[in-house]
């Protein structure tokens, strides 16, 4: 028997067949003796020998969803941020034990060949984690999928800290090679840019002569689903020039130049844009967006020719998902598509378009709605640009007509934003060219429908809808968390791994001694594995009995990690006043990077470091505070300090975080959640007992009625003393003895207009945080609000959300596993259940 068909009959492996075959990846592909052989080489030849056993089902998923005629979905993003797949895959094939039975007569541990891969960060943050656990869900429901990017050489920098400050390094996942990715030289649809049109202006077919042509390579990664019944793909394109050396050029004896065209062509898929809510606004950007929109759109509009013939059919057969506006231009891309190269007339192709394309939006914040200039786009796209003029002229015309009259709503409606500088906004490209639009938390949505959608939700009353985020609970749960799994399956049953909603049988648990006692410990077995990477990376001690309070994520002005430090202070100065005023022992955990351009996010992470030194060695403070800036924040890190969080701080500006993603994952972990009623926190609040959760602050509504009255912070400051004296230290430079004046212009702000309206929550603030030590000197109590958070989790589960797109938004039938009936099924009925 093959490995492959042991696996297949779902028996146990033999892993001394396993052994071998990893041994003969080591020697044959790696090159490579056993005694002379690294962890990397070991993991590499093992990601060998484990794809290997991938291959097979998944191209029998995708090609039984061409035999079926099963809709497919594309999923495009600029960002897929995956992190290491060794265990996500091993798991999800069953694998993991006999990967470690394989390797341990070797000398070979899972756990250290693990940590030899290097993080996948090809992306920046929630929207690149949030694609990652989408293709992980579609593929464990079985819903068929590929996920379109870009295979950028480098992805999100890597983050040193020196001197407190942030400092940008290149990362480089790939110098040693990809072992799960299959290159696929042949698939590489030529890109345009730049030239000119040939043909009329109307509506008709035109020619497009571009000015230069830049190849896309797909590169394929398999993803494997929850129980590897079936999987999506990965294909990310990565730019080559169809002439790289330009011989004629060289020839002559310009050999500089003829290189040059080579770079400036391969530079589009050489490292990701690490803005984060900060549009990039550079032509490289625009080129990357469009390179990787109109290679995915070629691929699936050659790939649906083949199985059906002509287009028409594509809304039935295809449903393309934008995340964000980053894919917006594939709205003009696939009206080119239909019109000059397929000649479909006019509204026709709108009716393709429209109907094959849906769009999510993750921020409100004005800075991250995307727009470019006319200009540019002419210069670069100069077909597209035609194509959006023409868009705009029929829906502006539609507008008029059924509101004649008002110019504002045409004006605030339109494709064009007309002031000094006319620019393409496109949302609005990306909302009218689809047939559905949605948030990715209820408030989010309505305030999408209130605010930046107003008025397009006039013009298209019933396009926006809400589908809550969710998170693979493979990942951030079963793999993350095996000493809760463990636990929670001894509990209640095996069922929660396929069957999230079984995790609320842990509610009558949430009472119980004994099993509180056994939740308590898991915790602190992971807190102690957080303690030891704090202690060797940092040196500093932390004690695995004290709370541990943590703020991970991107910093950001609205995510207010300054109102967490400012608590911090006025923590410590309250600690030291009255010391033993029954504070909670507190470890304060941050972690995040800041954009490399902003300079008030690096200053918060300055102010993070100085804190720290303050406060870490004085002996007033000892077991009660301490305060740790874990350096370059990645999805391995989260994997780390999840499991380990009491405190779990969602603080953001009300009505600022479109949903977070990190929210879920900490409640999921049994961390209790700090927060305002912003983005998805709202519905955690929901599903979790209102004495297990430390909501504070003003709500969206009351945060926009301060903004338009425009008090500023003052007010706030001048009726907290403890405020007060916290910006006064600021401003004195206690905390930072050697630039006295380096939080001046920051305390400024807050004294000023605080906009993100930290003086005006801080005492709230506090107040939740006092509440939240009051339940941590109750271990009983605190530990029973934890259990409940993880019972109530489930329905953050991405498996969800995934479910509701297919109802709301791609019309295909709902993954029955999707329902929680997931039964186990012979592989042959599995793969006939396509979608
Ligand atoms: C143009 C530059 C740029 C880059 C990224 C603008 C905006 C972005 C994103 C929209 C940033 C992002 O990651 N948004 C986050 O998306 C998550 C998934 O939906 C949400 O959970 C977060 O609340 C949202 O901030």
Redesign the pocket.
């Known amino acids: 028997m093959t490995i492959e068909t042991q696996m297949r009959s779902g028996k146990r492996h033999d892993p001394a067949m396993l052994r071998e075959a990893i041994v003969r990846k080591l020697t044959y592909d790696v090159g490579r003796s056993q005694n002379a052989a690294s962890d990397r080489e070991w993991f590499m030849a093992t990601a060998r020998a484990v794809r290997e056993l991938i291959v097979d089902r998944w191209m029998a998923t995708t090609r039984s969803a061409y035999e079926t005629g099963a809709k497919q979905v594309y999923y495009l993003s600029?960002?897929f941020l995956i992190g290491r797949l060794l265990r996500d895959n091993i798991d999800n094939l069953g694998l993991t034990e006999e990967v470690s039975d394989a390797l341990a007569p070797l000398g070979v541990t899972l756990e250290r060949i693990r940590m030899a891969e290097p993080d996948a960060a090809l992306?920046?943050?929630?929207?690149?984690?949030?694609a990652a656990c989408f293709m992980e869900s579609m593929a464990s429901l079985g819903v068929p999928a590929f996920g379109y990017g870009i295979r950028y050489d480098h992805g999100l920098f890597r983050q040193v800290i020196a001197n407190g400050w942030q400092h940008e390094y290149p990362e480089d996942w790939l110098a040693f090679g990809n072992p799960w990715e299959f290159a696929k030289p042949e698939i590489a649809p030529e890109i345009g840019f730049g030239g000119w049109v040939e043909g009329s202006l109307a509506d008709e077919p035109c020619v497009w002569r571009p000015g230069e042509m830049v190849q896309a390579v797909a590169y394929d990664t398999p993803v494997v689903g929850w129980r590897g019944r079936s999987m999506t793909t990965l294909r990310l394109w990565s730019a080559r020039a169809p002439d790289p050396l330009k011989l004629e050029a060289f020839n002559r004896g310009d050999h500089v130049g003829a290189l040059a065209e080579r770079v400036r062509m391969e530079a589009i898929s050489k490292v990701l844009?690490p803005?984060?809510?900060?549009?990039?606004?550079q032509e490289l950007?625009l080129r990357q967006q469009y390179f990787f929109t109109s290679a995915a759109l070629q691929d699936l509009v050659r790939r649906h020719l083949r199985v059906y013939g002509g287009l028409g059919s594509l809304p039935d057969k295809v449903a393309i998902q934008l995340n964000?506006?980053?894919p917006a231009i594939a709205v003009a891309e696939l009206m080119r598509i239909c019109v000059d190269l397929h000649r479909v007339p006019w509204d026709e192709a709108w009716r393709i378009t429209q109907g094959s394309i849906a769009y999510?939006?993750?921020?409100l914040?004005p800075?991250?709605?995307?727009s470019w200039p006319v200009g540019l786009i002419e210069r670069l796209l100069p077909r597209h640009m035609q194509i959006i003029y023409l868009i705009n002229a029929r829906h502006l015309q539609q507008v008029r007509e059924r509101f004649p009259g008002d110019d504002a709503l045409a004006a605030s409606v339109s494709l064009i934003h007309e002031n000094d500088e006319r620019r393409v906004r496109m949302g609005h490209l990306a909302f009218i060219g689809s047939h559905c639009v949605n948030g990715?938390?209820a408030l989010?949505t309505s305030l999408l429908r209130r605010t930046v959608f107003h008025d397009l939700d006039r013009v298209a009353p019933g396009r926006i809808v809400g589908i809550t985020?969710g998170i693979t609970f493979r990942r951030w749960l079963h793999q993350s968390n095996r000493r809760l799994c463990a636990l929670i399956e001894s509990a209640i049953g095996p069922k929660f791994r396929d069957d999230p909603q079984a995790l609320e049988q842990l509610r009558p648990l949430a009472d119980d001694a004994a099993f509180q006692g056994d939740f308590a410990q898991v915790k602190r077995l992971n807190k102690q594995a957080l303690g030891e990477t704090i202690r060797a990376e940092l040196g500093i001690v932390v004690d695995p009995a004290a709370m541990m309070d943590v703020q991970i994520k991107?910093i950001h002005e609205y995510k207010r990690q300054l109102l967490n430090l400012l608590e911090t202070i006025a923590l410590a100065d309250a600690i030291r006043a009255a010391p033993s005023g029954g504070w909670a022992p507190r470890v304060k955990v941050f972690a995040g990077k800041a954009a490399a351009s902003y300079h008030r996010a690096k200053l918060i992470i300055r102010l993070a470091h100085d804190i720290g030194s303050a406060l870490n060695d004085d002996p007033a403070l000892q077991g009660l505070l301490k305060v740790v800036f874990l350096p370059n924040y990645n999805v391995s890190a989260a994997e780390l300090i999840v499991p380990a969080a009491d405190l779990s701080e969602q603080i953001?500006t009300a009505g600022m975080?479109?949903?977070?993603?990190?929210n879920m994952k900490l409640a999921l972990n049994g961390a209790l959640t700090i927060g305002t009623r912003d983005?998805?926190t709202v519905e955690i609040a929901e599903r979790v007992p209102k004495d297990t959760i430390f909501l504070f602050g003003l709500t969206a509504e009351e945060v926009a009625e301060r903004k338009a009255r425009g008090s500023g912070g003052w007010p706030a400051i001048a009726a907290s003393p403890r405020l007060a004296a916290v910006l006064e230290a600021l401003e004195r430079g206690d905390y930072s003895p050697d630039d006295p004046d380096r939080y001046r212009d920051l305390v400024a702000s807050l004294r000023g207009p605080d906009p993100f309206m930290v003086a005006s929550d801080f005492e709230a603030y506090w107040a939740a945080q006092r509440r939240a030590d009051r339940l941590w000197r109750d271990p009983a109590a605190w530990t029973r609000a934890a259990i409940l958070n993880t019972a109530n989790m489930a329905w953050f589960s991405s498996d969800r959300t995934i479910a509701e797109y297919a109802t709301k938004v791609w019309n295909i039938p709902v993954p029955r596993r999707a329902l929680g009936q997931a039964a186990e099924l012979p592989p042959s009925q599995e793969s006939q259940r396509g979608g």
């Open positions: 600029l960002e992306g920046n943050g929630g929207l690149g984690r949030l844009y803005g984060d809510e900060t549009p990039a606004g950007r964000d506006t980053h999510t939006n993750h921020t914040l800075e991250a709605l995307e990715v938390s989010h985020n991107r953001s975080e479109a949903s977070g993603t990190g983005g998805a």
